[in-house]
């Protein structure tokens, strides 16, 4: 281990664990606090596309947290031969699947808009730095522990901007956008696909794009053909379908950028929450 990680933290239990690495509990030496160190093993890093995204993991999630009162906060980074390590603000959770799943059913749209709505404003300042995601997923939004959803997981981000595009396959088969499988250049609006994803499934409780295996959703994300069952989405308003649709657009050049989310009347009007 990293002898200043040793120095200013004392290491405590394993909370959860990744592809490359675990996250453990952790106190600051010096003031106390109770934060979050994410530990990525480098000699688990054998392939180079892996390894180039990891090693910019900090430096993006640095540079996305600034200021960003939805993107968890990263308070030191230690690097020895081996590791890496993140010392995080520590999320008490839940992530937003366990959210989502453990409703058991459609989340009310003044709930849902006022979840995504925190989603987006993270997004938006990220697309602003000129940073991609590019896996945003409910697992990847977790609840802080003032009950605020925070983005966290950089580990596939990316960064673009001078009208620089993006290439490779990343992100999660449900919620990946359509240029990344059919393996196009693309822009930061994959996140905004993602985020729709997410949209619809808090409001319907099924995926848009479905498939038993990771090839037949792929096959589904890039037919696109986006229904809403009645069944399910009999309840949902017009202004939420609406903006699912702009979300879920085939065309990124059509498809909302997350400012354009933002202003969107179904946002705006908190889902047609009741004024208090
Ligand atoms: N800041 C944090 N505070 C508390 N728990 C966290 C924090 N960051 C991550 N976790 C937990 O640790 C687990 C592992 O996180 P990590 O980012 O390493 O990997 P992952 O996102 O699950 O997987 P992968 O990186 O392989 O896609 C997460 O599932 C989450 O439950």
């Known amino acids: 281990m990293s002898e200043g990680l040793k120095r200013d933290y004392e290491i405590g239990e394993e909370i959860g664990r990744g592809r490359f690495g675990a996250v453990f509990r952790c106190y600051s030496a010096e003031s106390g606090e109770t934060l979050a160190v994410k530990t990525i093993d480098k000699t688990r890093l054998t392939d180079p596309t892996d390894r180039q995204l990891v090693e910019r993991e900090a430096k993006i999630t640095l540079l996305a947290a600034a200021g960003n009162p939805h993107v968890v906060q990263i308070h030191a980074v230690y690097e020895d031969d081996s590791s890496i390590h993140l010392v995080l603000d520590l999320l008490p959770g839940p992530d937003l699947f366990d959210h989502i799943s453990g409703r058991g059913g459609p989340i009310p749209e003044p ?25 945003v997923k409910p697992d990847n939004v977790m609840f802080d522990s003032r009950g605020r959803l925070q983005l966290v997981d950089f580990g596939s981000a990316e960064c673009f901007g001078d009208g620089r595009t993006m290439r490779g396959m990343v992100g999660t088969p449900y919620y990946v956008a359509p240029e990344v ?25 099924i995926p848009p794009f479905y498939g038993e295996t990771a090839v037949e959703i792929f096959e589904a994300v890039v037919r696109g053909n986006l229904r809403f069952p009645s069944r399910i989405f009999s309840s949902v308003s017009p202004a939420a379908k609406d903006l699912i649709r ?6 990124a050049s059509r498809r909302f950028s997350a400012d354009q989310v933002l202003r969107h009347p179904w946002i705006v009007g908190g889902g047609g929450a009741l004024p208090t």
Do not use: F, N, P
């Open 181 to 205: 499988v059919e393996g196009r250049e693309y822009g930061e609006k994959v996140d905004v696909w993602s985020a729709g994803v997410i949209l619809y499934l808090m409001l319907g409780g």
């Open 246 to 251: 702009r979300m879920l657009c085939r065309d």
């Open 111 to 135: 709930e849902a808009a006022a979840l995504m709505a925190q989603l987006m404003d993270a997004l938006a300042t990220c697309h602003q730095r000129g940073i991609a995601h590019r896996d």
